[in-house]
């Protein structure tokens, strides 16, 4: 593959003929849209139809019940598991299941050779992660040995490949009963064939201070799990200042430590599809950003006659725009800093990838993949 940077005065037509591809496949890879404008800056898939693939990689993405049909049937074959998020379950260990119907989406699953996974999650009413719940149930052997035979019972009725425990903002007094909750979890399931991964919140050392990191043991986690799911994203998130979601720099360093307590081919890097608009001035606890694609943020350039810019440290684009006079910073993800994120993970020889979320779809990104990598559907 090659990626191309549009340049003043260039148009569709000009990119295609310089690189003796067709516009169509251009605007198809890229998803253009009529009349097919393009942003000062904005990076393109160019397919050179060669095979650049280096290794077998895991894929995995994680979906709600009510993505588009269309959408999770155009990322499936680009997907080696399909994580559906997610199940619930009571103080009791009793499982919630997703409050929309999911059998479609296994069986779309099923269709591209994709395995399903069950995502497990200690979500209240709210929707918030309850330290709480988490704690009630790991703290109860009662609780804990019914929340896992029937997380089996479910796997096994409806066709799962395996479980992902996404727990956040444990108890830093929780943080042995945790592991001891996914060791036994696991035991329990690989017993039957079932594999069992963990989500780990980006840290950088083993003492790291703050309610999302204490509860979590690396090393003993990687231990207890079959594979876990770095979180390497959120440095920019809805209530920060304005900067990347997964600057490369930072990613780099969660994996690095990782790789001084986990094993290599039990990691999967987390990669988000999603970006940040935010309005300025950035008042701290009070600026909201709100989330958007990575195409919207394209689309969003253009109509504001915005340069796309490049940040090397966080190998990210990102633009400023003035609308309604209100001043904007936006920063997402596009071939550029995919590709330098899957150059980390083949460069630390990683188990695979995790996209938090496969909501909308990003073309260019899986192409990218697929270029990159041969998708382990294994």
Wanted: glycine content about 6%; charged content about 20%; proline content about 6%.
């Amino acid at each position: 593959m090659q990626i191309h940077v549009v340049t003043p005065g260039e148009s569709v037509d000009s990119i295609a003929a310089s690189y003796d591809i067709t516009p169509d496949s251009l605007i198809y890879d890229n998803q253009l849209i009529e009349p097919y404008q393009l942003a000062i800056g904005q990076a393109l898939f160019i397919s050179d139809g060669a095979n650049n693939r280096v290794r077998g990689l895991t894929v995995n993405g994680y979906a709600y019940p009510f993505i588009s049909r269309w959408v999770l049937e155009n990322t499936l074959p680009f997907l080696s598991e399909l994580s559906v998020f997610s199940y619930g379950f009571t103080p009791e260990g009793n499982l919630i299941p997703p409050p929309l119907p999911t059998d479609w989406m296994l069986q779309a699953a099923f269709n591209f050779n994709t395995k399903p996974i069950l995502t497990l999650t200690p979500l209240d009413a709210q929707g918030h992660f309850s330290n709480v719940l988490i704690s009630a149930v790991i703290n109860n052997p009662a609780a804990t040995d019914n929340l896992i035979e029937n997380v089996l019972r479910e796997l096994e009725s409806k066709g799962y490949a395996g479980a992902d425990i996404d727990f956040e903002y444990i108890f830093r007094e929780d943080r042995y009963t945790f592991t001891e909750f996914v060791r036994k979890m696991t035991e329990r399931l690989n017993a039957y064939g079932y594999q069992v991964s963990v989500a780990l919140a980006p840290k950088t050392s083993d003492n790291q201070p703050g309610l999302l990191y204490e509860g979590k043991d690396y090393q003993s986690l990687g231990e207890a799990a079959n594979s876990v799911l770095l979180m390497t994203y959120e440095w920019g998130y809805t209530y920060s200042m304005p900067m990347a979601v997964a600057p490369i720099n930072n990613v780099r360093r969660v994996v690095e430590y990782a790789l001084t307590v986990i094993p290599a081919e039990k990691i999967n890097m987390g990669i988000p599809n999603y970006g940040y608009d935010w309005p300025l001035p950035y008042i701290q606890g009070t600026t909201k950003a709100t989330t958007i694609g990575n195409i919207q943020a394209i689309r969003i350039a253009i109509e504001n006659d915005a340069v796309i810019q490049f940040d090397e440290t966080a190998q990210t684009p990102y633009f400023t725009y003035v609308k309604d006079g209100t001043s904007h910073e936006v920063w997402f993800e596009d071939v550029r800093s995919i590709r330098a994120k899957l150059a980390l993970i083949d460069e630390k020889n990683l188990r695979g990838a995790g996209y938090w979320q496969i909501m909308q779809l990003f073309r260019a990104n899986w192409l990218t993949v697929d270029n990159y990598f041969y998708i382990n559907k294994v």
